[in-house]
């Protein structure tokens, strides 16, 4: 079981391009997250979703969307990349909420 | 706004050295879990607690659930080494919908 994959590992973007990240987990997990990670702040929730065809807002949605078509994927989208979106993003999933979540290796984001 | 304060933010001892990190808020959680967090590597769970009062041991670390669930600590005896790394609380409740609120982390380096 690879767990959760996501991908890229690293992208380096403009102000104003947009990119999508993909998240994969194996484990048939119903909840998928998606955090954005700043030094000293922890971790912050983007998006996430209670299962396949839904999604919900977090703490910090502005500037994101995110689509969870098919059970395992969850891709995160930034249509017009700003630079307080430089960020390292981390997607997790879990089999409930308040579960264990399981983690991504996570994507250093750099927008100029 | 639930709020998970985490202290210190930053912790340097030398190996042998015991060391305690807390956890604290003002609400009352459902359960709270510890991760460790290492460089470039997303979060990985080490414990949940779940009954006010309730202590759990993990080989050198032992992990406390405060009596009225608004807080918890984490004690490492005899660091080494290899417990360096970002450790991280987070805390579900009815009122942040049941999902996790994150603290800011403490980082923690131990020096041989």
């Known amino acids: 079981n690879a767990g959760v994959t996501q991908t890229p590992k690293f992208r380096v973007l403009k102000t104003g391009q947009s990119m999508t990240l993909l998240c994969a987990q194996d484990m048939n997990h119903e909840y998928m997250y998606w955090y954005r990670q700043d030094p000293g702040m922890g971790l912050r929730l983007i998006h996430y979703s209670v299962g396949e065809g839904t999604t919900a807002k977090g703490e910090v949605p502005d500037g994101y969307n995110v689509s969870r078509l098919k059970k395992q994927n969850f891709l995160l989208g930034l249509e017009s990349a700003a630079p307080s979106q430089t960020s390292v993003y981390f997607c997790?999933?879990?089999?409930?909420?308040?579960?264990?979540?399981?983690f991504g290796p996570g994507t250093r984001l750099t927008v100029l | 706004t639930q709020l998970l304060e985490q202290s210190p933010q930053f912790l340097s001892i030398q190996e042998g050295e015991n060391l305690t990190v807390y956890c604290n808020s003002s609400?009352?959680?459902?359960?709270l879990q510890w991760y460790r967090q290492e460089p470039g590597e997303g979060p990985v769970l080490l414990v949940t607690?779940?009954?006010g009062g309730e202590v759990k041991k993990l080989k050198r670390l032992t992990f406390q659930f405060g009596d009225a669930r608004k807080d918890s600590s984490l004690h490492i005896t005899a660091a080494q080494t290899g417990d360096t790394g970002l450790y991280l609380c987070a805390g579900g409740a009815r009122d942040s919908n049941y999902q996790l609120i994150w603290g800011a982390g403490t980082k923690l380096i131990i020096k041989p």
């Open positions: 997790a999933s879990s089999y409930h909420t308040l579960n264990e979540q399981f």
């Open positions: 607690v779940v009954t």
């Open positions: 609400s009352v959680f459902s359960s």
